[in-house]
């Protein structure tokens, strides 16, 4: 069974642009989750998805924002690029929200952003 | 806002002993879930074991096992037998089990070196 598929792995942008990632959930996951990981900050939720509905969304700005298709997959998308986003950027899908369970997040390996 | 503390950045151990990686939180929620997840260097992160807090029981998954005192709000993780393979950083996470969310709540990680 395929895992948590993240594209790009690597990209490098100058600040200013814009950039898309995306992710591919284990087939049969319906919930998506982004995470972006910094040294300095560490793990920060960026947002989650089910059903093609933003469910909730972390601190961030607009400048952040992402989209879940009928097939579960889903993009985030970052606008107007600035030094501070270079970052890895992590995927997480499971099986449904979690509701009164315990789902497990399955992670990709993460697109690696740097912001030039 | 919930809050994971791991206050351990490095922590070193020999091979075939024994190490525990401290984790503390914060939360006014009475429901909720603990999770410990790995992530190897350039690779996934990976679930390692997690806990329900209502559960009194500590769980147990082969070599690695928690101590739960939810009084106390610390979740610490025991790795036994250490193998060269279980270097890499650790994250303690928080869950809450209200509104069904996926999001995680991080600590900022520890780095576990196992020397042969």
């Known amino acids: 069974k395929a895992g948590v598929t993240q594209t790009p792995r690597y990209l490098i942008k100058t600040r200013g642009q814009q950039v898309t990632l995306s992710c591919s959930p284990i087939?049969?996951?319906?919930?998506v989750s982004w995470y972006q990981q910094t040294p300095g900050q560490g793990l920060q939720f960026l947002f989650e998805?089910?059903?093609?509905?933003?469910?909730n969304k972390g601190n961030f700005p607009g400048r952040f924002s992402g989209r879940q298709f009928s097939n579960s997959r889903s993009e985030m998308n970052v606008s107007t690029l600035e030094l501070g986003d270079s970052a890895l950027y992590l995927c997480?899908?499971?099986?449904?929200?979690?509701?009164?369970?315990?789902?497990?997040?399955?992670f990709g390996e993460g697109s690696r952003l740097t912001v030039l | 806002a919930q809050t994971v503390t791991q206050s351990q950045p490095e922590m070193s151990v020999q091979e075939a002993e024994t190490v525990t990686l401290s984790c503390t939180y914060d939360t006014s929620e009475s429901d909720y879930y603990l999770f410990w997840y790995k992530q190897p260097p350039s690779r996934q992160m990976i679930l390692v074991i997690r806990?329900?807090?209502?559960?009194?029981q500590n769980a147990t998954e082969n070599r690695f096992s928690v101590n739960f005192q939810k009084a106390a709000k610390s979740f610490s993780l025991k790795i036994s037998d250490s193998q060269l393979g279980d270097a890499a950083m650790y994250f303690c996470a928080y869950r809450s089990a209200e509104g069904g969310s996926e999001k995680l709540v991080f600590g900022k990680g520890t780095k576990l070196t196992v020397n042969p």
């Open positions: 998805y089910f059903s093609e509905t933003q469910r």
């Open positions: 806990q329900e807090a209502y559960k009194q």
């Open positions: 087939s049969g996951h319906r919930s």
């Open positions: 997480a899908s499971s099986l449904v929200p979690s509701g009164g369970n315990t789902g497990e997040l399955f």
